[in-house]
């Protein structure tokens, strides 16, 4: 999931955007709530981004044998990173000011099985777990808290939430679709602006793949490290496609910035995909 959500003046841009499974998982956390005498919870763009990130570096980095739990972070991103192994919480607590403007502690429930996952399936298991339903419905040591912001992500394997004691001034995240309908009437404003200046769009070509999710795999790297990337296909193949850049110029400064790149970067225009 990855949009640009406009904050208030004075909070940084969070990019994140909820699709229909996300808002599912939501919308069942709220329910369980609900059936406790609990107050639903607003979604919130910056913990829903922090839980982006996160599910996205342990899919890229994450060694499930390994003795470091799914709320510990690796050393690839713009984080602290830490090896968690017991209660050793607050390197997971950081995670939002460390990554959003949202100033308050953050509080994590994860889960991972090696297929793909779903809402309910994150959810059910959430629900059978005594130590989850204490987190979800502020019980037992959590009884002091009340929740004002949630944010989720599911991505491959693996689904977050993040539950937080401030409301977030960031505000909601939109749903994929709303996205998808805002990026193609920026796209659309950008060329007809374009079109007028004479200005030409190129991508970076980084990488193809036969497989889809492979691409995905590496878009979602290039993207924790705040570059925009997509796939395109190209026959039975799918190239990573860093991009679009206005000018050959600028195309050619970022391709000479990926040094870390398997294959050598090449520029493709925008009209030619």
Request: glycine share 6%; net charge negative.
């Amino acid at each position: 999931m990855m949009m640009v959500l406009l904050a208030p003046a004075g909070f940084a841009q969070v990019e994140v955007c909820l699709n229909e499974d996300e808002v599912a998982l939501a919308n069942l956390v709220n329910q369980l709530r609900k059936q406790n005498d609990r107050e639903i919870v607003s979604l919130s763009a910056s913990l829903s981004y922090v839980a982006d990130v996160h599910v996205k570096d342990l899919y890229l980095h994450h060694n499930p044998l390994g003795q470091c739990n799914l709320l510990s972070w690796s050393d690839k991103g713009r984080w602290t990173a830490c090896c968690i192994e017991g209660s050793n919480l607050e390197c997971m607590h950081d995670k939002p000011f460390e990554l959003t403007q949202y100033k308050s502690k953050g509080y994590e429930l994860i889960f991972y099985q090696n297929t793909q996952v779903t809402s309910g399936l994150a959810f059910n298991a959430w629900k059978e777990s005594a130590q989850a339903q204490k987190l979800i419905l502020q019980q037992g040591r959590y009884s002091d808290k009340q929740w004002q912001a949630m944010g989720v992500a599911i991505f491959d394997g693996y689904a977050s939430i993040w539950f937080g004691e401030l409301i977030d001034k960031a505000g909601e995240p939109l749903s994929c679709d709303e996205m998808q309908k805002r990026k193609e009437k920026q796209k659309g404003a950008a060329s007809d602006e374009k079109a007028t200046e004479g200005k030409v769009q190129y991508y970076v070509i980084v990488a193809s793949h036969r497989n889809e999710k492979d691409a995905q795999k590496e878009i979602a790297a290039f993207q924790e490290q705040d570059y925009e990337a997509i796939t395109l296909k190209s026959g039975s193949n799918y190239r990573v496609a860093v991009g679009p850049y206005d000018g050959f110029d600028n195309a050619t400064k970022i391709k000479e910035a990926l040094t870390t790149v398997k294959r050598k970067p090449w520029i493709l225009k925008a009209d030619e995909e």
